[in-house]
């Protein structure tokens, strides 16, 4: 069974930068696909950026060139690099994983880790 948990979020200000962790078990690591999603109050859960098992990377438009997500095979882990944070970054921030893309941006799986909590103020 999958076990992913999250960490790394903070209280930052504006135009500050932070970087989260998620740390990967019980999975073969490097053949999978990862995400990193958001929950901030009130909304839906929604994906923030993907990273193959290649290292192909992909964004959602709201966070397209401050984000960044990479991936440590060897220690089987995945890093969300956020700068230029904006209040409206404000969320739970979850990892996930998946065979396939598709399943990462259907992002309908059956558990989720406890996420990290990223406040920013203005």
């Known amino acids: 069974q999958v076990q992913l948990v999250e960490s790394g979020g903070d209280l930052v200000q504006a135009g500050g930068s932070l970087t989260l962790s998620c740390a990967v078990s019980g999975i073969i690591f490097s053949i999978n696909h990862m995400g990193w999603y958001r929950q901030a109050p009130g909304k839906q859960r929604e994906l923030v950026a993907t990273?193959?098992?290649?290292?192909?990377?992909n964004y959602a438009d709201s966070v397209k060139g401050r984000f960044t997500i990479s991936r440590d095979n060897a220690n089987k882990r995945i890093d969300l690099h956020m700068n230029s944070l904006k209040p409206e970054d404000t969320a739970v921030y979850y990892c996930?994983?998946?065979?396939?893309?598709?399943?990462?941006?259907?992002?309908?799986?059956?558990?989720w880790g406890q996420g990290t909590q990223v406040t920013v103020s203005s």
């Open positions: 996930n994983t998946a065979s396939s893309v598709l399943s990462l941006m259907r992002a309908d799986f059956g558990s």
């Open positions: 990273i193959t098992s290649r290292g192909s990377t």
